[in-house]
């Protein structure tokens, strides 16, 4: 009997939430426009996809995951359940990773790690669409996915190698990298916290290109892409 009670009471419980929600979603707007700003703090981290030096596959690395910052503008279209958001933003990413040049070969001994260390300035366009999963105001909870570009031009790539003899490796910026987002969004208010994750899905940078090497047979690869999880603060106007 207390069972039967309890399910009751909860099912009651939440219908009665449901309902009220419904019913306050019916009292709002069906279209709103409006605009704000964020700024906040990511930390960047590097994944290797594949590389590969003079032919050989390397198959051991590891990563320093780094602190960076952004800010932005939005502009967000909402319905009573659904919103699409767009703007402009500015963004300052940097990682570190090693890579043991020895690794693809499973009887060596020793390591020959190499480090790269990269920071860079990009331009970002988000397009993303999303659901409010609460929308109560001043209380909105909602969750939000879709792509980012990242514009970056060479001048704000800066890279940096730290090799064995007798490499000397450089490499250059993939100026327009696309990344794929997904987040949470809590608004009180005017105010709101946005929690993301960002994948990129193209490689942040080109091939490799090692100074001492003039022979145009010798192959270098790198395929890197960042992992960013950030935290922001905005408010909305």
């Known amino acids: 009997m207390k069972l039967r009670l309890i399910t009751s009471a909860t099912a009651l419980l939440l219908f ?14 069906a279209f709103s426009y409006s605009w704000g700003a964020k700024v906040g703090f990511d930390a960047n981290a590097t994944y290797v996809i594949n590389a590969d030096i003079e032919g050989h596959e390397l198959t051991e690395y590891k990563q320093d995951t780094q602190v960076g910052n952004f800010s932005a503008l939005i502009i ?18 940097k990682s570190c990773f090693y890579i043991d040049l020895n690794s693809w070969d499973p009887e060596s001994e020793t390591k020959r790690e190499m480090s790269c260390s990269y920071q860079f300035k990009s331009l ?10 609460v929308n109560s105001p001043p209380y ?17 790539y800066q890279v940096e190698y730290q090799y064995p003899e007798p490499y000397q490796f450089t ?13 949470l969004s809590i608004n009180i208010g005017r105010q709101f916290l946005d929690f993301e994750y960002e994948a990129t899905i193209n490689p942040i940078s080109g091939p490799m ?12 690869r790198l395929n890197k892409r960042l992992g960013i999880m950030s935290f922001s603060y905005g408010i909305m106007f």
């Open 16 to 29: 009665s939430a449901a309902h009220a929600q419904f019913l306050n979603r019916n009292s709002l707007p």
């Open 76 to 93: 967000r279209l909402s319905s009573r359940s659904l919103f699409f958001q767009s703007g402009l933003g500015f963004s300052f990413n």
């Open 124 to 133: 970002t366009l988000p397009l993303q669409v999303g659901y409010h999963i």
């Open 140 to 156: 909105c909870m909602s969750a939000y996915t879709g792509p980012r570009l990242h514009y970056t031009p060479q001048k704000f």
């Open 171 to 183: 490499d250059t910026p993939t100026e327009l990298i696309m990344g794929w987002t997904i987040g």
């Open 209 to 220: 290109t090692d100074l001492s090497n003039t022979d145009p047979a010798s192959s270098y």
